[in-house]
């Protein structure tokens, strides 16, 4: 077998698995298409010892490290596909290469599915925001909104108001209850059901957002958390089991991030409800470990 270990996504999740690899002197190739989901913002926040560091730059850094190791290996592509072979796998590459290895380790992350209003798509990451820990410290204080994308967002407005005053836009669909409508008046946030229809302002500054009856509100960042689907289709293809999140479904693991199909792990927003950086990079750790120790069985 070539390849102890193929890695098919190469980011926080899956070059974290791949450093436990490397250093357990294991031969490890990660695949990589060069499409991490935070690729839009300026900056990471949050993520010890990084704070505020360009995505690109930390990737670039891991990867500068992880090199050092003589059994660690990097293709850039996308895997197109993967299957059983014997007891092990087949991983196909798009330009038609094929890559043999013991063990998977799934890390090819989420897509985000924004709420198709104009001028959303071109602010993404920078005042159109998904998760106030990672970049409300830096719009904190200016007019705040959320755009409501799944019964999950009331819970998220909620939040809201400890980095600024905050208005909640539940589109005209995702009516707060009568538990979360006193939660949101307690925190003092201001309920707004006529829908945005457009976002003002020089891109990828934001000034306001327009409401079907013509109204402008003023606001100087929107949080929303979009729902996510699967980045890639291997795991289905592989026939892992998912399970149902808020925000869309992601792969079943166990406590290791074995998939329910033996040998094949996930890691990473692919493989959790929970997404953020570092949670990636430590459920990375676990499913290299995780990997490692089954191939001493
Ligand atoms: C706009 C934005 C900003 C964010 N900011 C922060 C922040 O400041 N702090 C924070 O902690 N979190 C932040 N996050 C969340 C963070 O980006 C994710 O939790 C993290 O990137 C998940 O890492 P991952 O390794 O699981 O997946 P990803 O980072 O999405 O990486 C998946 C990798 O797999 C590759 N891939 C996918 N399919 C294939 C395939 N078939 N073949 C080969 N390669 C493939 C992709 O190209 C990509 O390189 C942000 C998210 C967004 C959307």
Redesign the pocket.
């Known amino acids: 077998m070539p390849h102890d270990v193929i890695v098919?996504?190469?980011?926080?999740?899956?070059?974290?698995a791949a450093m436990q690899l490397a250093r357990a002197r294991r031969q490890v190739l990660v695949?990589?298409?060069?499409?991490?989901?935070?690729?839009?913002?300026t900056?990471?926040?949050?993520?010890l010892g990084q704070d505020g560091r360009p995505?690109e730059d930390i990737?670039r850094d891991a990867i500068a490290q992880l090199e050092a190791y003589p059994t660690f290996d990097l293709t850039h592509?996308?895997?197109?596909d993967a299957r059983r072979d014997g007891d092990g796998f087949i991983v196909t590459?798009?330009d038609g290469s094929e890559q043999r290895a013991a063990r998977l380790v799934l890390?090819?992350?989420?897509?985000?599915e924004l709420p198709p209003i104009p001028g959303m798509t071109e602010r993404?990451?920078r005042t159109v925001?998904?998760?106030p820990?990672?970049?409300g410290y830096e719009v904190a204080d200016l007019p705040l909104g959320v755009i409501a994308a799944h019964p999950m967002s009331a819970h998220q407005a909620g939040l809201i108001p400890d980095w600024g005053p905050t208005t909640y836009f539940t589109q005209g669909v995702f009516e707060p209850d009568a538990e979360q409508a006193a939660h949101l008046s307690a925190r003092g946030v201001q309920i707004e059901r006529t829908p945005v229809v457009e976002l003002l302002g020089d891109a990828p500054a934001l000034e306001g957002v327009r409401l079907t009856d013509g109204r402008t509100v003023t606001v100087g960042a929107l949080f929303v958390a979009?729902m996510t689907r699967p980045?890639?289709?291997?795991a289905g293809l592989l026939g892992c089991e998912f399970e149902d999140g808020p925000m869309g479904p992601h792969v079943r693991v166990d406590e290791w991030k074995q998939t329910t199909v033996p040998g094949v792990y996930a890691?990473?927003?692919?493989?959790t409800p929970m997404?953020?950086?570092?949670?990636?990079?430590a459920?990375?750790v676990l499913a290299g470990v995780g990997a490692h120790q089954s191939l001493l069985r």
């Not at 900056?43 to 993520?47: D, L, N, S, W």
């Not at 592509?77 to 197109?80: H, L, S, V």
């Not at 980045?231 to 291997?234: E, I």
């Open positions: 098919i996504g190469g980011s926080y999740a899956g070059l974290s695949i990589d298409a060069g499409l991490p989901r935070n690729r839009f913002a900056g990471a926040h949050g993520f995505p990737l592509g996308e895997a197109t590459l798009a890390a090819t992350g989420v897509t985000d993404w990451g925001l998904h998760c820990y990672c970049h979009p980045s890639s289709p291997l890691a990473g927003d692919a493989a997404h953020n950086a570092t949670l990636a990079s459920a990375g």
